[in-house]
């Protein structure tokens, strides 16, 4: 099973960025999938996560500004991020499971390499 992340960059604060998580060997259409992120000297947090059902949930931090979704046909999963803020500045990492395993990242077991995203003021 692998995860290829990808779609980071730098952004002004306010900008947009659309994160891809493309699958191999696992089918995302059945699988819950998660976007994490982490920033230098903290944990690893949750962000985004959508279950195997098709629900979606979010951290209240990015509620109203980030989407989690999933195109079935091209088994990947993005995270579209609009008005971003310095404080989402983190390397985001997309996770698989075969149902949804929460906001601990430990419970989680599939994970992409990650793609840095970097927010200027």
């Known amino acids: 099973v692998q995860l290829q992340a990808s779609g980071g960059g730098l952004v002004q604060a306010g900008g947009s960025l659309k994160l891809s998580c493309a699958a191999s060997g696992r089918t995302v259409s059945s699988d819950a999938a998660g976007w994490f992120r982490q920033a230098p000297g903290k944990e690893r947090e949750f962000v985004a996560g959508?279950?195997?059902?098709?629900?979606?949930t979010y951290v209240d931090s990015v509620k109203g500004r980030f989407t989690i979704s999933r195109d079935n046909a091209k088994n990947t999963v993005y995270l579209q991020m609009n008005s971003l803020k310095p404080g989402d500045t983190a390397v985001y990492y997309c996770a698989a499971h075969s149902y949804y395993a929460g906001p601990n990242y430990r419970s989680w077991g599939y994970w992409g390499q990650g793609t840095q995203v970097t927010v200027s003021s």
């Open positions: 959508i279950t195997e059902y098709g629900g979606a």
